[in-house]
């Protein structure tokens, strides 16, 4: 069965840079470009790191296109530099990239992308939606020819980490998320719920710090970005949110996805950014999304570790 292929939008920051090594470990995908929008970190950082991630392992043929650089709307008020670090990618140790993005901005790439091959491409978001939702506006064909859309983002039951009901990635652009959301896309919402059960902890970090070429910067950025789960969580784990989104295209099992109503509160209150996930039809708006609310936690651990693992030993 040919490679599924993905594009994968995102603001590396360290879990998005392993959601990268994830696809370049797995057999089941092929990377065919890689887009950057502010988030994590600025957008000028975020496009940096990607291309550091992909010189590390080898990659430079992938290509990177940066996108947006501050949310729809309103600019997001901050960013997530507590837990990715000044750099995005604090830990890491990877030397600056000698390699540049491609001139196109993120938009142009993924419309591109998607209109010489309709049908073929997924569009895997680990950052605000800024982009997604351009491309939605801006280019409704390519939007279309997208075969479908996987998004970390969002919460229901588990609470937010931006506020008490708003999750980092849709709480810095609530208005994108919305347009997304909204769009009649097919699309799959890897929310917090799943996501803090997608865990790597110190015992699993200690085995990857063994491995060749990705050891020392992948454990390194882990350990820091473990840092705050610490300080958050007491616990001594990493939440890999973006690796279990890009995991839904690689082994859609690995997921219990329901089909219901989700919107975003784009209001300027307390729950600005929130996620409506109406699981039981109560407010009778139509399916528009499916929402992940249970995932095979062993399974996916398991498979993160085995092609991080592979990567390295293939490098
Ligand atoms: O809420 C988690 C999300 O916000 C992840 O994508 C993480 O990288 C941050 O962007
Ligand atoms: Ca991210």
Redesign the pocket.
């Known amino acids: 069965m040919a490679p599924a292929s993905i594009i994968l939008d ?4 360290i ?2 840079a392993v959601a990268i090594l994830l696809a370049l470990g797995s057999p089941e995908v092929q990377l065919a470009a890689i887009t950057t929008v502010v ?2 970190t600025s957008l000028a950082n975020a496009t940096a790191n990607a291309l550091r991630v992909l010189e590390w392992v080898g990659r430079p043929d992938i290509p990177v296109a940066a996108g947006a650089e501050r949310a729809l709307v309103h600019g997001a008020s901050r960013d997530a530099a507590d837990a990715h670090g000044e750099t995005g990618l604090d830990g890491s140790g990877l030397p600056a990239p000698t390699i540049s993005p491609v001139g196109e901005h993120a938009v142009e790439l993924i419309a591109r992308l998607a209109l010489a091959e309709p049908g073929r491409h997924t569009l895997v978001a ?2 605000p939606l800024t982009n997604v939702a351009l491309l939605a506006a801006l280019r409704p064909q390519a939007f279309a020819a997208l075969r479908r859309v996987v998004v ?1 983002g969002g919460s229901a039951l588990g609470g937010g980490n931006m506020s008490p009901y708003a999750e980092f ?1 849709v709480w810095s652009d609530p208005e994108a998320a919305e347009r997304v959301l909204q769009s009649g896309a097919d699309t799959t919402l890897v929310g917090l719920d799943v996501t803090r059960r997608a865990i790597l902890d110190g015992d699993d970090v200690a085995v990857l710090e063994q491995l060749p070429v990705l050891g020392p910067g992948l454990a390194g950025m882990l350990r820091f970005y473990m840092r705050k789960h610490i300080e958050w969580y007491g616990q001594e784990v990493v939440f890999q ?2 690796s279990l989104a890009l995991a839904q295209v690689i082994d859609p099992t690995l997921l219990t996805v329901v089909h219901c109503h989700v919107e975003v509160d784009t209001g300027s209150g307390p729950a600005r950014g929130a996620t409506l996930v109406d699981r039981h039809g109560v407010f009778g708006g139509a399916p528009n999304v499916h929402w992940a609310e249970d995932l095979d936690v062993e399974r996916f651990r398991s498979l993160l570790m085995a092609r991080l693992t592979a990567l390295a030993a293939a490098l």
């Open positions: 995102c603001d590396p920051g879990d998005d988030g994590n680990t950052g970390m990635n949110h973006d």
